[in-house]
């Protein structure tokens, strides 16, 4: 498996650069994408079904975000060391040995839930996942940005998101056809498992880039290797800082929204309602996540993040009101638009305030802010909901957006906080303070 770079096959480019259509122009970026847009529905029928699952079962909100935290928990605790360990192996052959991992485990909690298995066991299934798609995680992230350019990474990295949102939705709608099919809840598990094959089978003809990190420490120092990438670039630790209390203090109800539909909409979390809600909600952030790599390509990204924020304070503030699902239909859309619009525009800023050698050290602290930090946030808010009701924890989440939007204005730090122009950055373009984003 002979590693390929993007300036190896860049093609003549016909579109903007930045757009997501420059980026699919390359066709190592093409082939891996589709692969894991195919294999993400998969995922996603699970993602959504599971939850749903415990919570019918079990009645706890307490208990949904233990699920989640089993299955995003590993990211908070393992993502620095999985980055140690894609610096140093075959970055291809280690996304497939854990694409595997996670079929094997998919099977797993298929047979658990078709026997009606006690509760542990799925925990114990849900975090093996979890593990694999941690180590899993840093080496796949740091190697996709290197298959295009990087004037063309906000396109690339727009697609990503809108990908992952796209089979956020397309999951629980083909998770609900089967399910009207007669298809069960553990048959529906062995579906996700066949569709690991649609990213697996790809890597074995196209490669990851490989590229050596940039830090020479060894052992635990090289721990801190990514620590003192982001210390050093203001930039990255204003956007990690800013994803980490956005995860921690306003998703929660991302990964409760199960619980959120019962007890607010008084929705049944294995229902038509319930999808229905969801399906809204991820269609909104589809569209979210595709803004900014197409009619937002132009706007001035560290704008777009405050702007973002405080529009999903209000959105989010609004849906904790709502009672009637009529009326909460829209705004879930408009929730879920200003949600990954502004987790897009974050993680663009990251990917190009990062060098190549720098990714695989530096993005798992994006892991650890972005993924790890929502379970901890769902452990924490889970038992509140139980006690006080569903409305207290999307009300405070939204009264914190308020406070993010202030904090997370970018264009206030100066030419030195970001990326030198000679290690690839971008030129620094003041921003006029009293322009529109």
């Known amino acids: 498996m002979g ?77 620095i060391p999985a980055g140690m360990l894609a610096d140093r192996v ?50 796949f992230s740091a190697s996709i940005p290197m298959l295009v350019d990087r004037a063309d990474l906000p396109g690339a990295i727009s697609l990503n998101s809108a990908m992952i949102n796209g089979s956020r939705i ?18 529906l598990f062995l ?9 697996i089978v790809p890597l074995f003809f196209v490669a990851l880039p490989q590229v050596a990190g940039k830090s020479t420490a060894k052992g635990w120092r090289q721990l801190r290797a990514g620590v003192d990438i982001v210390r050093g670039r203001r930039v ?9 209390m956005f995860s921690l203090v306003c998703l929660p109800y991302v990964g409760l929204f199960p619980s959120v539909a019962r007890l607010n909409f008084d929705l049944d979390p294995e229902g ?12 909104g952030a589809f569209f979210g996540a595709l803004a900014v790599g197409t009619w937002l390509s132009r706007r001035d990204t560290r704008r777009l993040i405050p702007f973002g924020l405080l529009l999903f304070a209000v959105s989010l503030g609004v849906f904790s009101l709502l009672s009637s699902l009529v009326l909460a239909l829209p705004v879930a859309f408009a929730l879920g638009f200003v949600y990954f619009m502004t987790a897009t525009a974050l993680a663009s800023v990251m990917q190009r305030n990062l060098a190549d050698n720098e990714r695989a050290m530096a993005m798992p602290l994006w892991f650890m802010a972005f993924g790890g930090t929502v379970p901890v946030g769902n452990l924490i808010g889970g038992p509140i909901m139980d006690a006080v009701g569903a409305r207290w924890v999307l009300g405070f989440g939204a009264a914190f957006a308020l406070f993010l939007a202030w904090w997370a204005n970018l264009a206030r730090l100066d030419e030195d906080d970001f990326l030198p122009v000679d290690e690839g950055g971008e030129p620094f373009v003041p921003v006029n303070a009293n322009r529109a984003f």
Do not use: C, K
């Open 90 to 139: 075959n970055r291809t052959r280690l996304v497939i040995a854990m694409q595997t991992t996670m079929l094997v485990f998919s099977l797993v909690l298929a047979g658990l839930v078709a026997t009606d298995a006690p509760l542990w066991t799925l925990f114990a299934a849900q975090l093996a996942i979890g593990i694999a798609n941690t180590v899993n995680a840093p080496a």
């Open 236 to 244: 990255l630790s204003r956007v990690i800082g800013t994803m980490f």
């Open 170 to 187: 397309l999951g629980p709608a083909f998770a609900a056809l089967l399910a009207a099919l007669g298809v069960s809840i553990a048959q």
């Open 272 to 283: 038509n309602g319930y999808r229905l809600l969801y399906i809204v909600w991820g269609l």
């Open 191 to 199: 579906v996700n498992s066949a569709t690991f094959l649609f990213l």
């Open 3 to 79: 590693a390929s770079t993007s300036t190896e096959a860049t093609p003549r480019q016909r579109h903007r650069p930045g757009t997501a259509r420059a980026a699919l122009a390359y066709p190592a970026f093409r082939t891996l994408f589709i692969g894991t847009a195919l294999s993400s529905v998969g995922t996603w029928m699970q993602n959504f079904t599971l939850p749903a699952y415990l919570d019918s079962r079990t009645g706890s909100a307490g208990l949904v975000g233990l699920m989640v935290f089993a299955q995003l928990g590993p990211l908070l605790l393992l993502s």
